[in-house]
């Protein structure tokens, strides 16, 4: 975060008259992005110091770096092994591991909070079906407001588009296979694009904008002809990979598709961007295997500091993954610091299957504790966030709230953020799913 230019967007929102105040009422958003995320804004943007944002980047990349690894330090470089001992369900395993190739793309979303320090990692989102990458639309629409344009000029704010760094991503991807502009398919599961309609249509409006065409999809829908890959019989180059192993696994029809997805990607035919392989280090597990005394005693000293300078202490409650000392450690830690703790899945997203310890009583967290020995889940430190002061625009009243940051990343490094925020008062998981949650743009403050 940055307290500075924070404590003077604030101060200047404090009039009843301000026009700064009232500029996230006003903000002239494109139709669908603003038929889909219009209702649901903060009342101002976040800003951040852009070479400490930028270091936290750099900060988790490399820790993508070490999460890759892990097969190879530990398990001979056999990723059903790897995936074994997170606990994970084999058939997911199997699934992930189709096409794996030991490095995956760097593209990944970090999940953090700030606690007035520092970014704090809570979770590491892995592959091409990230939300929040048209964000930048918000940047925009803040921009063409006047009161906020001067401030922004004052105070020399920037941003970076995701969406361009998405697009740029999916013309290198198709490089190999055309050399004209590609066509591009995001593809969900079967059943996938109803629930989440509004959402896309946001995407393609904002892919639009750099040029690229996105086609709309299930995986139910393509085909294949003359080795390449076809959406309702239009030729793909490129499939941007949105549904997930868990909505596949019992689908024959659908796994059978994936093969062709891949046969095709390793021909050259069509492109995927990406295979499943980077899910295998999406869990949360992944990021306690990183405490694991194991894991430890490879790394180098400069390794060891960025884990910890990056990640609250996280342990894998799964029993197969761990020697039975290292196991009874993280229980004893788990019986006798609930408070300060909290339980997730390893895989999940909107805080569902959440846990948190200060919220429920022991025996429930007993109870809760007992029942996630086996599968895929994980205990970690709470990270305590520091607050973001936001003023009411209609009432002119202060409030805190949590800020959950979606900071991007891919092989250039730092690739844009988002952010969700909640009060504190409407609950400890700030998703979406959480009716009280608001979104809002971040942009960067030079040093």
């Known amino acids: ?20 105040r009232r500029a996230a009422r006003e903000l002239r958003l494109p139709d669908t ?20 944002i930028t270091a ?24 059903l092994r790897y995936c074994a001992a997170l606990g994970m369900d ?13 490095e995956p793309p760097v593209y990944a979303r970090a999940d953090a909070y700030h606690d007035g320090t520092c970014f ?53 991807a198709a490089a190999p296979v055309t050399a ?8 969900e599961a079967n059943g996938g694009l109803a629930a989440y309609r509004h959402v896309f249509a946001a995407l393609q409006e904002a892919m ?55 046969t095709a990607h390793r021909s050259g035919r069509t492109a995927m961007y990406t295979t499943l392989e980077g899910a295998m280090f999406a869990s949360k597990g992944s990021l306690a295997m990183l405490h694991d005394p194991r894991v430890r005693r490879t790394l180098s000293d400069a390794e060891r500091a960025m884990v910890d300078r990056v990640m609250p202490w996280t342990g894998l409650l799964s029993r197969a993954g761990q020697p039975a000392d290292e196991y009874a450690e993280v ?43 086996e599968g895929d889940h994980v205990v970690q430190e709470r990270v305590r966030p520091a607050g973001e002061p936001v003023i009411d625009a209609d009432t002119g009243q202060t409030r805190d709230w949590v800020a959950n940051w979606g900071v991007f990343v891919d092989a250039e490094g730092y690739a844009g953020a988002f952010v969700r925020a909640l009060r504190a008062e409407d609950g400890a998981v700030v998703a979406y799913a959480n009716p009280g949650t608001r979104g809002t743009c971040v942009f960067t403050v030079p040093s």
């Open 120 to 172: 704090k990692l809570l979770e590491l989102n892995v592959g091409s079906q990230l939300g929040g990458t048209d964000s930048a639309q918000l940047n925009r629409a803040f921009l063409q407001v006047p009161a906020f344009k001067e401030f922004a000029e004052r105070h020399r704010l920037g941003h970076i588009d995701t969406v361009a760094r998405v697009a740029a991503a999916l013309r290198r």
């Open 90 to 102: 084999p058939r997911l395993a199997e699934l992930m591991s189709r096409g794996a190739t030991g």
């Open 1 to 20: 975060m940055s307290v500075d230019v924070t404590k003077n967007y604030t101060e200047e929102c404090r009039d009843h008259d301000s026009a700064l």
């Open 331 to 373: 229980l004893e830690r788990c019986h006798g610091d609930r408070e300060n703790l909290v339980l997730k899945p390893g895989v999940g997203h909107g805080g569902v299957g959440t846990v948190v310890g200060h919220e429920v009583t022991d025996a429930q967290w007993q109870e809760a504790l007992a029942a996630r020995t």
């Open 180 to 187: 004209g502009e590609p066509v591009v398919a995001l593809v």
């Open 33 to 52: 992005y603003g038929n889909s995320y219009g209702k649901l804004l903060l009342d101002r943007p976040l800003f951040v110091a852009e070479p400490e």
């Open 208 to 262: 639009l904008g750099h040029g690229v065409r996105l086609l709309l999809g299930e995986i139910g829908e393509l085909g294949e002809r003359n080795g390449k890959i076809t959406l309702r019989g239009t030729p793909l180059d490129v499939v941007l990979r949105y549904f997930v192993a868990g909505e596949i696994v019992d689908d024959p029809a659908a796994r059978a598709t994936l093969d062709l997805l891949l």
């Open 56 to 79: 936290f980047a750099d900060d988790l990349t490399a820790l993508f770096g070490l999460l890759v690894s892990l097969p190879d330090r530990l398990y001979d470089g056999d990723p």
